[in-house]
Each structure stands twice: as C-alpha cells, then as structure tokens.
C-alpha cells in the first residue's frame, strides 16, 4: 500500500496498544515504524528488475521483523524510563506496528515476500488496489483527530474497526468474483488456466480478471453487481520471445517473481532492438507501468543487458472517467483496452462490437 495508509495504520495500532501511556508520542512512533520496511525502496540493487523484484523482500520477512520487534523490544524496556510498561506490551507495540505492515502490502497484486529468506513465491492476495482511499480515510480521520485532540481510544478503535470490516468486504468481493469466474471459464475449457482476480483502481466493486490462455491471455471488467456475463478480451502474450528472456537472469528473476503473468515485445531504437517484458498483474490494457528491457539483439542474436525501467505511459483522465462510470454501472459492457483508451491487437468479435 502507499505510504500514507502505512503510517496511518502504524500509528491507529500504536496508538491503540500504548496511547494511553504514551499519549501522541504513540501515535507519531506508530507511523514511524509503519512506513519503516518501505525504506528499502532507497537501496540500489544494481538494475531495474532486480529494484523491482527485491523491493518487499527482506524488509517486509515476517521473520526479519518480528526478529527486530523482539530486539526494539528488549532494548527498550532496558533502557526507558517507563518501567510501568511491560516487556510483553513493548513487543505487542513494535510487533503490531511493524507486522501489519506486510501483511497489508501482500493483500495487493505486487507480491511480498512474506517469508524470505525462504524461497517461497511471493504473496500476492490481490484483493485491494495499491492505493484505496476507502480503506485509509476511517484511519486518517481517527488518526488526525488523537494528534490534534490527544489519545482517544473510542476514536482510534472505530478507525481500525472500519477499515478492517472494508478489508473484510474486500475479501468476499474477491471470493464472489472468483466463484462467478468459476463456470465461466469451465465453459470455455480453461478451468485450469492461470487466473489472476484483482481490484480495479481505488474502489472493490469493480474487479479486473486475467487469465493465460496459452499464447494469449484474456483480460475482463467485471462488476461486483454486475447482471450480464463478463465480457473477455484476447491480447498476446509474445511467447515467442519467453525463451529468450528466460535465458537471462533478470528474465528468470521476473518470471519467479510474476509468474505466468508476462507479455513480450521487440522495441527498434536507433541503435538497437530490445527485448521488453511487462508485468501484466498491474495496470490494465495500454497501462501498465512496469516495463523492463531485458536484452538487445546484434549480430551475434541476443545478449543481456543491464535492465531498464521504461517510462510509463501518463495515465488518460478520460480513462479515470470511464472507470468511475463503469463502476456504477452494472448494466455497462466496456472491455479492457476501451477502458485504458488504447485499443490493443487482437480484440474478441464481441469486444469489437462492444465498442462499435
């Protein structure tokens, strides 16, 4: 999640362990520590992919950090003043304020790797958007209102109690969605396919379901209240291109880190044809933001190369537009690419009549 709603659910969870001792003082040491593991975004590890596929890594282990809550803990209680408070209830405020931190980012799409330094995949539960101002207003507001008016337990206890029944809500949208998907892709024989249901931009009511179908994937706008069946729209994945980035190292990092998850493409400079992955799992159709040369081709065929973020396309408010309307609209057909402004190769025969 953004660093906003971190803070504001360090310092609700502080707040709610050691306000009343503590005060505002809790509140602020709450936030502090909740925006902490997001601080290795500031290591270089060496190129692109390996920035993005370390980020979340072993600052956001449950290990690693309830390793250091215990350390915080009896550092703390050895030192402060404070002796009224007990070692038990230090380690309840460092744990609750460093552990919920991962546990929320591995509800988005990104993937967290919650258990490193095991080589487990990451988790990625996708059931809320990276950025959802549902689920972080009740803690702003409870959290503005301690720091202005002081501890307030009733206050902080009705921020983390709605933001918690929002995630909850976020939950059964997923399962519904999912279970909806279930039949669907039985009729179409891909029962089995990689599926990946997730959160469209800033709301849970409209879902954005991908699913591998072999060469292709298939992507759909599905509403939580929608009363006509999804209607599916077929993209290349340019599989013809995956050996080649899987014979690189940061081809094989991605792919562990997103799985089925990717599409391939050549892109001509002037000096060279490169070879670019996309992660599929973020963004939609025409927007996705996390785009990685991987290798060029000279003369002697494909060779590596030190891996780049490419610029992301700038996001079309009219896009944000046609979201919102879709959203509440349950009766609406939009397809993917119509919704991210761009129409891609390979659009369904009832996609295309769908925008005609």
């Known amino acids: 999640m953004d660093s906003l709603t971190q803070a504001c659910l360090g310092a609700a969870v502080g ?11 809790a509140l602020v040491a709450g936030a502090v520590l909740g925006t902490l593991p997001d601080l290795d975004v500031l290591i270089d590890y060496g ?17 690693v950090l309830g390793a250091l809550a215990t350390l915080l803990a009896l550092v703390t209680a050895r030192f402060t ?12 405020f460092y744990g609750a304020c460093l552990l919920t931190h991962p546990v929320l980012d591995a509800l988005t799409a990104y993937g967290t790797q919650l258990l490193w330094p095991l080589s487990t995949p990451p988790a990625s539960w996708g059931t809320i958007f990276i950025i959802d101002p549902l689920y972080t207003l009740p803690l702003f507001l409870a959290v503005a209102y301690g720091l202005f008016r002081g501890y307030r337990p009733r206050s902080l206890a009705w921020g983390l109690a709605l933001s918690s029944v929002y995630l909850l809500f976020s939950l059964g949208g997923k399962w519904t969605i999912d279970a909806r998907m279930d039949s669907v892709l039985t009729a179409q024989g891909l029962e089995n396919a990689p599926r990946l249901v997730q959160p469209t931009p ?21 509403g939580l209240f929608d009363t006509q069946p999804p ?26 880190f997103a799985g089925p998850f990717l599409s391939y493409r050549t892109q001509a400079s002037d000096e060279a044809v490169g070879l670019i992955a996309t992660d599929l799992r973020l963004g939609v159709p025409g927007f996705h933001p996390f785009s990685f040369l991987l ?14 973020l490419l610029p992301e396309r700038p996001v079309d408010q009219g896009a944000l537009t046609l979201l919102a309307s879709r959203v ?12 991210a402004g761009t129409p891609q190769a390979g659009p369904s025969d009832a996609c295309q009549a769908a925008r005609q």
Request: positive net charge; glycine residues 8%; charged residues 25%.
């Open 15 to 25: 707040g709610a362990v050691l306000g009343r001792p503590l005060g505002r003082k």
């Open 47 to 63: 190129d692109a992919v390996a920035d993005y596929t370390y980020h979340r890594g072993f600052s956001h282990s449950l290990l």
């Open 81 to 92: 003043p404070l002796r009224h408070i007990s070692l038990k209830r230090w380690w309840l």
């Open 202 to 222: 800033f709301n849970t009511l409209l879902w954005r379901v991908t699913v591998i179908d072999g060469e292709d994937y298939r992507e759909a706008l599905v």
């Open 231 to 256: 209607l599916f729209e077929r993209f290349s994945r340019g599989t013809r291109y995956e050996n080649v980035a899987l014979d690189t190292a940061s081809g094989q990092r991605l792919y562990w």
């Open 295 to 308: 290798a060029t081709r000279n003369e002697n065929g494909w060779e590596p190369t030190t891996t780049q």
């Open 328 to 339: 509440f609209s349950p009766t609406m057909r939009l397809c993917p690419s119509a919704f």
